[in-house]
């Protein structure tokens, strides 16, 4: 049965415990969403204050419509002009009077918070998270939805983030002295692989890694030891780092790699031993300084890329994550596509 490629961090989560932990999260982040999003568009009660009308609004009646009548034609003359003048006098008072007061520019924030979460009453909180939750219950696949969204984001900040940091290391990454390196060693592109020799994966995709090397004369791969899964991974590389002082790393790492069971030092020595290293030079090599200082650097470099699981490949700028089945395919694709476009440190 063939393996799988190394699904991505947030997939590999999905199968933990924990993600149970994150679905309440989730599903409370969400009714936090829709509970503001509904209190943004719920209107402002109408006070009773503001439903009645101005007593400004309307203009106040003349003091005096019309005069009392007079015994006399004198003081009905004299009333008739009083009360013209009266009559005359009292709308141009209501036209000077002080228009219905509007709320000011600055009160509207004041206005804009009472339209919060915070008017809902209890009842009608228990109402809309009653509602949410129904929701989400009837369509628990936005769950997945958010999850892919998530995902999706994270990559691609992820993507953008590594073309920076290996623009910034190419060197040590492309062209250390000190690589143990496959293929051509003047070749025109380069793959780098960050690898452990107890992981499946690389033990998986192995053969697409030998295949590009034996079908294109012009790469050159480089190998970077990240034994991160157990103490025989670091014993196991330290075997290699010293055949490599042999000139016997590529015959080393396709052996130990190819080899069933855990890799260790006792495995990777009779593994030398086969091979025909001189068993007391390599002996010796596998506890130099270099050596050991080799394994550190790869583990700061990977560190500094954010390469948290092996295998992963780099190309240019570019990056490929575990062994899927079209592994081969990828590699061959990035190698062709940077050798017409060019690439200036790989």
């Not at 034996?214 to 791969?221: I, L, N, Q, S």
């Not at 069933?260 to 506890?287: F, H, R, S, T």
Request: proline share 6%; aromatic share 4%; glycine share 6%.
């Amino acid at each position: 049965m063939s393996l799988s490629p190394r699904p991505n961090l947030l997939r590999a989560a999905a199968h933990l415990k924990t993600l149970w932990f994150a679905i309440p999260a989730i599903a409370a982040l969400v009714m936090l969403g829709l509970l503001g999003h509904w209190a943004v568009h719920t209107p402002a009660p109408i006070t009773a204050a503001e439903a009645e009308p101005s007593s400004t609004a309307t203009a106040a009646p003349p003091a005096s419509g019309t005069a009392e009548p007079s015994s006399t034609s004198t003081s009905t003359s004299t009333s008739t002009s009083t009360s013209t003048s009266t009559a005359t006098a009292a709308p141009a008072a209501t036209a000077t009077a002080e228009p219905a007061e509007t709320p000011e520019p600055a009160k509207a924030p004041e206005i804009a918070k009472t339209t919060g979460a915070a008017s809902f009453s209890p009842e009608q909180k228990k109402e809309i998270e009653q509602i949410i939750k129904s929701y989400l219950v009837a369509n628990p696949e936005i769950f997945v939805e958010i999850q892919n969204a998530l995902e999706d984001k994270m990559e691609k900040e992820q993507a953008e983030k590594l073309k920076v940091a290996i623009a910034e290391n190419a060197s040590e990454i492309y062209r250390a002295r000190e690589a143990s390196v496959a293929g051509n060693p003047d070749g025109e592109i380069t793959v780098v692989e960050f690898f452990d020799y107890n992981c499946g994966y690389c033990k998986h995709g192995l053969h697409d890694v030998v295949k590009l090397v034996e079908t294109d004369p012009k790469v050159r791969v480089v190998f970077k030891e990240l034994p991160i899964l157990s103490k025989g991974s670091e014993e196991a590389s330290h075997v290699a780092l010293a055949a490599q002082k042999q000139g016997k790393y590529w015959e080393m790492h396709k052996a130990m790699l190819g080899a069933k069971g855990q890799m260790n030092e006792a495995a990777a020595l009779q593994i030398a031993e086969k091979l025909g290293l001189d068993m007391d030079k390599l002996k010796k090599d596998m506890v130099s300084p270099e050596v050991k200082a080799e394994i550190e650097k790869a583990a700061a470099l990977a560190k500094k890329l954010g390469v948290n699981g092996t295998p992963h490949f780099l190309i240019g700028d570019r990056a490929v994550a575990g062994a899927p089945d079209d592994l081969y395919d990828q590699l061959e694709r990035n190698v062709t596509e940077l050798r017409k476009q060019g690439c200036s440190y790989c």
